[in-house]
C-alpha cells in the first residue's frame, strides 16, 4: 500500500479522534484509551460470547431434531 494513503488515512483519524475529544470535553489520550483499552475490547467479548451462545443452540438444536427424527 502506498504510505501517502496510510499517513493521509491515520492523519484524518487522529484529527477525527481530537475534535470528538475536544467536543465531548476530554483529552485525545483519555479518548484513545476508551475506545482501543475499554470499549473495542469490551465489544469483541460480548461478540464472541454471544457467537458461542448461538453455536451452542444451534449444536443443541441440531442434537434435538435428530432425536426426534429418529423415533
Given at each position: 500500500?502506498?504510505?501517502?494513503?496510510?499517513?493521509?488515512?491515520?492523519?484524518?483519524?487522529?484529527?477525527?479522534?481530537?475534535?470528538?475529544?475536544?467536543?465531548?470535553?476530554?483529552?485525545?489520550?483519555?479518548?484513545?484509551?476508551?475506545i482501543f483499552v475499554i470499549i473495542i475490547p469490551a465489544a469483541m467479548g460480548i461478540s464472541i460470547l454471544m457467537n458461542l451462545y448461538f453455536i451452542w443452540k444451534?449444536?443443541?438444536?441440531?442434537?434435538v431434531l435428530r432425536e426426534t427424527t429418529l423415533d
Open positions: 500500500m502506498n504510505s501517502n494513503l496510510i499517513n493521509t488515512i491515520f492523519d484524518w483519524c487522529v484529527n477525527f479522534l481530537m475534535n470528538v475529544a475536544a467536543a465531548i470535553g476530554t483529552t485525545y489520550e483519555a479518548l484513545n484509551v476508551w444451534s449444536v443443541r438444536h441440531e442434537c
